[in-house]
């Protein structure tokens, strides 16, 4: 287990279906995730769309499955401490990658993000799901759809 992950986050995480762990992640991980950022800004998959329309303020994006393509995430996933604290928080010896998703909304965007519940579009069912939120400040917001 992470030594981040005293056993009140996982009791919290149990009870609540969600946590923030502030610092979870080395400055070296984050930056490797925001250079994937990049090059997906780039570089935009078959499920990349921009949702901001032309001429309007500020820019959102979204993509996902990108993984396999993007060396930057495959090497996050593969190697930093998202698997480990996610199947500790899930208590759970074997974490399997569902996908990825990137969203980008820079400030001034006027485009709302859609409220939405993620467990009906996914192909998987149970209590050992969850979801890592990383957002660029380095903490990690994780929940389970319910």
Known sequence: MPPILDPQIIADYDRDGAVVIRGAFAPHWVELLAAGVER????PGPFGKRYTPEGK?????GDYCSWQRIAEYEAFLRHSPAAAIAGALMQSGKVNLFHEHVLVKEPGTEEPTPWHNDQPYWTVEGWQVCSLWIPPGQ????GWDS
């Open 40 to 43: 997906n800004l780039r570089e």
């Open 139 to 142: 903490s990690l917001e994780i």
């Open 57 to 61: 303020p500020g820019m959102f994006f």
